[in-house]
């Protein structure tokens, strides 16, 4: 039976899928070219407002993340209960306007409250595509669908710092941009402004998709109260593991995407205009490479045991980082500094194909929303804010060092891979207990009798 089998229950024609993972990718590329294009661009923001690095770390932390997490778990119920595509077409269009607004702010404080926005439309994405394409597939399909949704952030992330630099550039020259009624604006707010106004036609977009009929594995859950989430969550160790984990892996990650720009400009390895362009094809053709190859970790997986062994192979991918930590310190050419990155890519890439796969294989329907709610919480409100505000803060207190923002970055990015990689291999050594559900071994069972 071909891998793109949709199960007993889905019924869901091979083209709508394709375009229902495609749209949904692509409003996850164009949301991390909105949120990755802050990092490019912190120079010009913080010599706009005068801002100090811990400033500059609440903008991508606090302002963001932290938002971003508490809208998770309410966006999540909304997506339990409601029509998740036209959840998912609002919030695209409410980050684009954010984004645009980015560019209008004239205070750190309109700034800050835009990023916020931003943030909350953002939330409300991941947790209905996640749950649409878990009703649409099962199995190994689903893994592969979710991994081609995943690359959204390799896409996005690279064309932000490609066209971001170009736009910059070009901005620079032309002196800004002046909007008839607003005024005039500088470069680095020109390029907020551009980049945020298509989010309004993608989300006309998504409502393309037909909203997929829910499907429930064993009958509906007695329960599917935001507690019982809560209480199915924290009662299995392998999730908890895992969860924890991916705090570790979200903080390196946001430490990586905020601050090398920063770290490169400031070792003396270029400008915002000159390395933009570089780190975003590493980040566009690496990422992508990573997402593809990725399934490789897949090979010789039973439909029945597909969890454990997974993440065991992740803990040993996420290994790999260390040494390079490690060696980043000695870095003293823009070249080493180019494939300290692209190798760091690489190995978040790999990761990030398969975060949600737990929740999908293991959850409940109608708790997939909250759980990944959850998840995108401890991910944004822990890992991916005091990550990168933990450097802001390291590196003032090192203000008289030449090499402290680096010092700062090495520090804790070390930190965040080395618990990554403890609490993933705890995670892989924990299977469900007897009486924990699993919607994918389910699947797999009702696939077999019928073949």
């Known amino acids: 039976m071909s891998d793109y089998e949709h199960g007993p229950r889905s019924g869901v024609p091979a083209w709508r899928t394709i375009v229902a993972t495609g749209l949904l ?5 164009f949301s991390y070219m909105d949120r990755q294009i802050l990092p490019l661009l912190f120079e010009s923001v913080r010599h706009a407002f005068s801002m100090s690095d811990t400033q500059i770390g609440m903008l991508q932390g606090l302002a963001f993340s932290s938002f971003y997490a508490f809208a998770g778990i309410p966006l999540g119920w909304l997506v339990d209960r409601y029509h998740r595509v036209r959840i998912a ?41 996640y749950s649409i394409l878990s009703d649409m597939l099962s199995g190994r399909a689903l893994l592969r669908a979710t991994s081609v949704y995943n690359t959204g952030p390799y896409v996005g992330g690279g064309m932000a710092l490609i066209l971001g630099s170009v736009a910059l550039r070009h901005f620079t020259d032309t002196g800004g941009i002046a909007l008839p009624m607003a005024g005039h604006f500088a470069p680095w707010q020109a390029v907020f402004i551009v980049l945020g106004l298509p989010g309004l036609i993608l989300s006309a977009l998504l409502l393309l998709i037909r909203e997929p009929k829910r499907r429930e594995v ?41 601050w090398f720009p920063s770290v490169m400009i400031r070792e003396g390895f270029g400008t915002a205009s000159t390395i933009g362009r570089p780190l975003g094809v590493m980040f566009l053709v690496v990422g992508l490479s990573g997402c593809f190859l ?16 997974l993440l065991r192979r992740l803990s040993i991918v996420l290994a790999m980082q260390i040494p390079l930590i490690a060696a980043f310190m000695h870095v003293d050419t823009p070249t080493a500094a180019y494939w300290f990155y692209a190798c760091e890519v690489a190995v978040f890439s790999v990761a990030t194909t398969f975060m949600v796969t737990p929740i999908q294989l293991v959850v409940p329907n109608r708790m997939r929303g909250r759980a990944t709610g959850v998840f995108l919480m401890s991910n944004y409100m822990i890992g991916a804010s005091l990550g990168p505000a933990a450097v802001g803060a390291l590196s003032d207190r090192m203000a008289g060092d030449p090499h402290g923002l680096l010092t700062a970055f090495v520090t804790v990015l070390g930190v965040s891979c080395v618990g990554a990689v403890i609490l993933m291999y705890l995670s892989s050594t924990r299977r469900l207990g007897a009486k924990e559900p699993c919607p994918a071994h389910a699947d797999a069972d009702a696939v077999a009798k019928q073949s």
């Not at 990718?25 to 590329?29: C, K």
């Not at 980015?102 to 835009?114: K, T, Y």
Request: hydrophobic letters at 50%; glycine letters at 12%; aromatic letters at 10%.
């Open 25 to 29: 990718a692509l409003s996850f590329a």
């Open 218 to 258: 064993g009958g509906h859950e007695n329960d599917i109260s935001t507690r019982a989430t809560l209480k199915m969550l924290s009662g299995s160790s392998q999730l908890v593991f895992y969860y924890a984990g991916w705090v570790f892996i979200s903080s390196g990650l946001f430490v990586l995407l905020t």
């Open 89 to 129: 077409a609002a919030c695209v269009a409410v980050w684009g306007m954010a984004t645009a607004a980015c560019g209008l702010s004239g205070s750190f404080g309109q700034f800050f409250v835009a990023r916020t926005g931003t943030a909350m439309g953002e939330a409300g994405c991941s947790p209905a595509a």
């Open 294 to 309: 990725s399934q490789l970790l897949l090979r010789n997986l039973n439909n029945r045991d597909l969890l454990s062994p």
